[in-house]
């Protein structure tokens, strides 16, 4: 009986772990496939790193958020600024003031822009494959496990 009850238990969680992350993979694909649809669309122009800062993370006082403000212009004179965090490595390393990264912009909105593609997308596509590598992993040993007869995994208890 207790066998039972932790074989359901493995059950609901391999398959619980498996349908999560395959959700995640969909909102994840959706998502990648909205802002490469939108960077193929947008107008690309040369962004300036004008401010790098740090604020206090208010759930780990020892690990701050890290910001880099960069200033963009439009063909029509008009700068937009804006803020995006980084990680560390991109914050000691890579982005340095005064240097230039491209920006992928809305003509028709600005505000709707996207900072250094080239960095961000192939972090964002391994992230989406390692969901999904989750996912199968669950749902397969999930399958497994609720395909297995239910003999053999008892008979080698008893022996």
């Given at each position: 009986?207790?066998y ?29 496939l909205?802002?490469?649809n939108f ?39 008009t ?24 920006v992928?912009?809305?003509a ?18 391994n ?33």
């Amino acid at each position: 009986m207790i066998y039972k009850f932790r074989r359901l238990l493995r059950q609901v969680f391999l398959w619980g772990v498996g349908i999560v992350f395959l959700v995640m993979t969909f909102i994840g694909g959706y998502m990648y496939l909205r802002d490469s649809n939108f960077v193929r669309q947008a107008t690309v122009t040369s962004a300036i790193v004008t401010e790098k800062y740090t604020q206090p993370n208010p759930n780990d006082s020892s690990d701050p958020d890290l910001y880099v403000r960069y200033e963009f212009s439009l063909p029509d004179n008009t700068v937009i600024s804006d803020e995006t965090t980084v990680s560390y490595n991109e914050y000691t390393s890579v982005y340095a003031i005064g240097r230039q990264y491209e920006v992928h912009y809305d003509a028709d909105n600005p505000s709707r822009h996207l900072f250094d593609v080239e960095r961000s997308f192939p972090n964002r596509l391994n992230s989406l494959l390692l969901i999904f590598g989750i996912s199968l992993v669950g749902l397969i040993f999930g399958g497994v496990d609720l395909l297995w007869k239910r003999g053999m995994g008892t008979q080698s208890r008893k022996k």
